[in-house]
Protein backbone atom coordinates (compact mmCIF):
# COMPACT_ATOMS: atom_id res chain seq x y z
CA UNK A 1 0.00 0.00 0.00
CA UNK A 2 1.47 3.35 -0.80
CA UNK A 3 2.56 5.77 2.01
CA UNK A 4 0.16 8.72 2.42
CA UNK A 5 1.41 11.90 1.28
CA UNK A 6 -0.73 14.18 3.08
CA UNK A 7 -2.46 16.01 0.03
CA UNK A 8 -4.91 14.56 -2.73
CA UNK A 9 -5.69 15.53 -6.33
CA UNK A 10 -8.71 15.60 -7.63
CA UNK A 11 -9.57 16.58 -11.37
CA UNK A 12 -12.92 17.76 -13.02
CA UNK A 13 -12.58 16.33 -16.02
CA UNK A 14 -16.01 17.71 -17.21
CA UNK A 15 -14.67 21.19 -17.24
CA UNK A 16 -10.85 20.37 -18.48
CA UNK A 17 -10.19 21.58 -21.77
CA UNK A 18 -6.96 20.15 -21.96
CA UNK A 19 -4.73 23.13 -22.41
CA UNK A 20 -1.68 21.64 -21.20
CA UNK A 21 -0.83 24.06 -18.72
CA UNK A 22 -0.78 21.61 -15.78
CA UNK A 23 1.97 19.51 -17.85
CA UNK A 24 4.34 22.50 -18.01
CA UNK A 25 4.32 23.09 -14.22
CA UNK A 26 4.32 19.30 -13.19
CA UNK A 27 5.23 17.11 -15.89
CA UNK A 28 5.98 14.18 -13.64
CA UNK A 29 2.08 14.25 -11.89
CA UNK A 30 -0.26 15.51 -14.45
CA UNK A 31 -0.65 13.72 -18.33
CA UNK A 32 -3.36 13.70 -21.12
CA UNK A 33 -4.91 11.03 -22.08
CA UNK A 34 -6.11 10.03 -25.90
CA UNK A 35 -9.15 12.50 -25.03
CA UNK A 36 -6.51 15.35 -24.69
CA UNK A 37 -7.90 15.70 -21.01
CA UNK A 38 -5.72 15.22 -18.28
CA UNK A 39 -4.67 12.45 -15.71
CA UNK A 40 -2.46 11.99 -12.92
CA UNK A 41 0.29 9.87 -13.87
CA UNK A 42 1.78 9.92 -10.48
CA UNK A 43 0.29 12.55 -7.21
CA UNK A 44 4.23 12.46 -6.01
CA UNK A 45 6.24 13.21 -9.24
CA UNK A 46 6.83 16.90 -8.19
CA UNK A 47 6.97 19.00 -5.38
CA UNK A 48 3.65 19.93 -3.76
CA UNK A 49 4.42 23.65 -4.66
CA UNK A 50 4.94 22.71 -8.62
CA UNK A 51 1.67 20.86 -8.43
CA UNK A 52 -0.44 23.69 -6.43
CA UNK A 53 1.25 26.24 -9.38
CA UNK A 54 -0.01 23.64 -12.22
CA UNK A 55 -4.02 23.82 -10.66
CA UNK A 56 -3.53 27.60 -9.83
CA UNK A 57 -2.80 27.95 -13.66
CA UNK A 58 -5.40 25.70 -14.90
CA UNK A 59 -7.25 28.25 -17.12
CA UNK A 60 -10.76 26.23 -16.13
CA UNK A 61 -9.86 25.44 -12.31
CA UNK A 62 -10.37 21.65 -13.50
CA UNK A 63 -7.05 20.72 -10.68
CA UNK A 64 -8.08 20.95 -6.96
CA UNK A 65 -5.36 20.38 -4.55
CA UNK A 66 -7.00 19.30 -0.88
CA UNK A 67 -4.23 19.14 1.72
CA UNK A 68 -4.86 16.27 4.24
CA UNK A 69 -4.02 16.52 8.33
Not at 28 to 40: G, M, P, R
Amino acid sequence: MAEPVGYRIVIDRETCMGSGVCCVYAPNTFSTDDEALVVIIDPTGDPLDRIKAAAQGCPTDSITVIEES
